[in-house]
């Protein structure tokens, strides 16, 4: 299942471009609702099946991508997505995860790293550090629970 909003209107719309790629439909339509709410464009899609193409069509700013997830795994796509799409920021999040996946995921360019839960606030201040100073030059690690 994806919602991409129409791209010619988008390509006249100033505001970031988010992606949110995740099986859970509680959580897509959560973070779509705050992301929204704080000024992102937001695109969904429900998991790692077609999602490189559907990439090209409605090229994002940052992607929030889920590691556990049908057709494929958030690490599977993670370096097709760099590969494509160097600039794009991509917050990999997980409930699944631990140093391994961490290490995996920074290695294969994710711009952070998340374990599941995390506070949304939280991801907000990511995806805007990223998209203010370039995902190429922020690096770390946010991790909280709670």
Same mark, same amino acid.
């Given at each position: 299942?994806?919602?991409?909003?129409?791209?010619?209107?988008?390509?006249?719309?100033?505001? &970031? =471009?988010?992606?949110? #790629?995740?099986?859970? *439909?509680?959580?897509?339509?959560?973070?779509?609702?705050?992301?929204? %709410?704080? $000024?992102?464009?937001?695109?969904?899609?429900?998991?790692?099946?077609?999602?490189?193409?559907?990439?090209?069509?409605?090229?994002?700013?940052?992607?929030?991508?889920?590691?556990?997830?049908?057709?494929?795994?958030?690490?599977?796509?993670?370096?097709?997505?760099?590969?494509?799409? &160097? =600039?794009?920021?991509? #917050?990999?999040?997980? *409930?699944?995860?631990?140093?391994?996946?961490?290490?995996?995921?920074? %290695?294969? $360019?994710?711009?952070?790293?998340?374990?599941?839960?995390?506070?949304?606030?939280?991801?907000?201040?990511?995806?805007?550090?990223?998209?203010?100073?370039?995902?190429?030059?922020?690096?770390?690690?946010?991790?909280?629970?709670?």
């Amino acid at each position: 299942m994806s919602h991409i909003p129409n791209v010619d209107a988008a390509n006249h719309d100033a505001r &970031p =471009r988010v992606m949110i #790629v995740d099986d859970d *439909a509680e959580m897509r339509a959560l973070l779509r609702d705050v992301l929204e %709410r704080n $000024g992102f464009l937001v695109g969904v899609h429900s998991s790692g099946t077609g999602l490189l193409p559907l990439l090209e069509s409605w090229s994002p700013d940052a992607i929030v991508l889920d590691n556990i997830m049908q057709g494929a795994t958030g690490l599977d796509l993670l370096s097709g997505i760099k590969q494509r799409h &160097p =600039r794009t920021a991509v #917050v990999l999040v997980t *409930a699944f995860g631990g140093s391994d996946v961490e290490s995996q995921a920074l %290695r294969l $360019g994710a711009t952070y790293y998340m374990d599941k839960p995390f506070r949304v606030a939280r991801l907000l201040e990511v995806l805007r550090a990223a998209l203010h100073h370039g995902a190429e030059n922020i690096r770390c690690r946010w991790a909280e629970y709670g």
